[in-house]
Nanobody, 121 residues
Framework: QVHLVESGGGLVQAGGSLRLSCAAS????????MGWYRQAPGKQRELVTA???????NYADSVKGRFTASRDNAKNTVYLQMNSLKPEDTAVYYC???????????????WGQGTQVTVSS
């Protein structure tokens, strides 16, 4: 089993910054892509960013230039630096990781429990 634990959410004023972290632990042989999704009230979960194990990233258009994803492969941890936050960034943020648990296993996607980010105007 693999567990993802997120931290770093909270309440911030518009224009402020937050840094989210997500650490994976458990039966991990290797991790391919990691990423962040978010879900605002009444809306579907949407991709915010994905980052490969080589550090290549892609971002939703709504966060480009404001959010930066990074990862520490030695710590199985992914980060999301969020700057110039807007009220519309308010959502529960979920991290995910595509994990290979052994040399013989396939790849399974695991999710964190979510962390609330609230941006006040």
């Amino acid at each position: 089993q693999v567990h993802l634990v997120e931290s770093g959410g909270g309440l911030v004023q518009a224009g402020g910054s937050l840094r989210l972290s997500c650490a994976a632990s458990g039966s991990i042989f290797s991790i391919n892509d990691m990423g962040w999704y978010r879900q605002a009230p009444g809306k579907q979960r949407e991709l915010v960013t994905a980052i490969t194990n080589f550090g290549s990233t892609n971002y939703a258009d709504s966060v480009k230039g404001r959010f930066t994803a990074s990862r520490d492969n030695a710590k199985n941890t992914v980060y999301l630096q969020m700057n110039s936050l807007k009220p519309e960034d308010t959502a529960v943020y979920y991290c995910n990781a595509d994990v290979k648990s052994s040399i013989y296993s396939g790849i399974a996607r695991y999710w964190g429990q979510g962390t609330q980010v609230t941006v006040s105007s």
